[in-house]
């Protein structure tokens, strides 16, 4: 019998998928969540078995259903985590970029990538606040820290993210929860290879662990901080990006 139960967004694929698993193999019962990929997050079902309970569709480009999913969620069972992972990477041209893209790219960051994790924290910090703690982790990004030209969008939301989980950090403490961050480099899965087959094995060189991160490397520091291993951290975003950046 599993006795602790996480919500982690985005696990039809990709790093949500591999926190997933790899939550699943360390005692966790999971509600896994998707948008699009219906047919992924049912093979990611599939290869939890048991520890899958619940599967739930949200679109978070609106806010309002994030709040939705966790209401939804716990009415299938007590939730002891949520793992925000769920987020888009949409590259732009800050000068040429037309204003009605711009504002569309502006606005679908942040609702993915800042304001639904935000709803999400909020709704569960409720819930673990009359039941004793809870965890929150939230996935960043490298650039969340160091910036990125060409995704200055994407950065600033990841950076939101980091600044949000060190106040609510201090904020939250009283009520017994903990809330971290992993800061991954370049990750190997879809967001990573989309558009940049040309600069692949020149990202590669440039990591000094020598490759990029896989799913896998993210999900083993994910499971680490969201297990009692980890019951006097809080407010700290881990980087996982093979030495290509200090801060
Ligand atoms: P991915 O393979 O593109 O997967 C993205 C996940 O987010 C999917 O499960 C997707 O669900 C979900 N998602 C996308 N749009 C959504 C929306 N509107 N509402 C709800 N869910 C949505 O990306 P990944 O590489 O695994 O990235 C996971 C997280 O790691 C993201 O927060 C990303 O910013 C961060 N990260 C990635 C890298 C990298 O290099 N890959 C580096 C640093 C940080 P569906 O497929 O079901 O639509």
């Known amino acids: 019998m599993r006795s602790k139960r996480v919500l982690v967004t985005g696990s039809s694929r990709g790093i949500g998928r591999a926190i997933a698993q790899r939550l699943a193999q360390t005692g966790w019962s999971v509600a896994?969540?998707?948008?699009?990929?219906?047919?992924?997050?049912?093979?990611?079902?599939?290869?939890?078995?048991?520890?899958?309970?619940?599967?739930?569709r949200a679109d978070l480009a609106n806010p309002a259903k994030a709040t939705e999913l966790f209401s939804e969620a716990l009415a299938d069972g007590p939730i002891h985590a949520i793992v925000n992972n769920a987020g888009v990477y949409m590259p732009l041209d800050f000068l040429h970029s037309g204003d009605a893209a711009f504002k569309a790219n502006l606005h679908k960051t942040?609702?993915?990538?800042?304001?639904?994790?935000?709803?999400l924290i909020r709704a569960a910090a409720k819930h673990f606040e009359k039941n004793g703690g809870g965890k929150i982790l939230n996935v960043a990004s490298r650039v969340g820290f160091r910036g990125e030209g060409g995704a200055a969008l994407y950065a600033a939301s990841k950076a939101s993210l980091?600044?949000?989980?060190r106040s609510l950090a201090v904020e939250l403490a009283p009520q017994k929860i903990q809330i971290f961050g992993v800061a991954p480099g370049w990750v190997d899965t879809a967001m990573a290879r989309e558009g940049m087959e040309e600069r692949y094995e020149q990202i590669k060189e440039s990591i000094p662990l020598g490759r990029m991160a896989t799913p896998t490397d993210c999900a083993a520091t994910v499971a680490f901080l969201l297990s009692d291993d980890a019951t006097?951290?809080?407010?700290?975003?881990?980087?996982?990006?093979?030495?290509?950046?200090?801060h």
């Open 162 to 165: 980091i600044n949000l989980t």
């Open 32 to 56: 896994l969540h998707y948008t699009n990929g219906e047919k992924e997050a049912k093979q990611t079902e599939k290869l939890l078995g048991t520890a899958c309970t619940g599967v739930y």
């Open 110 to 119: 942040f609702a993915v990538n800042f304001e639904s994790p935000l709803m």
């Open 232 to 246: 006097y951290l809080s407010g700290v975003t881990i980087d996982i990006n093979g030495a290509s950046y200090f």
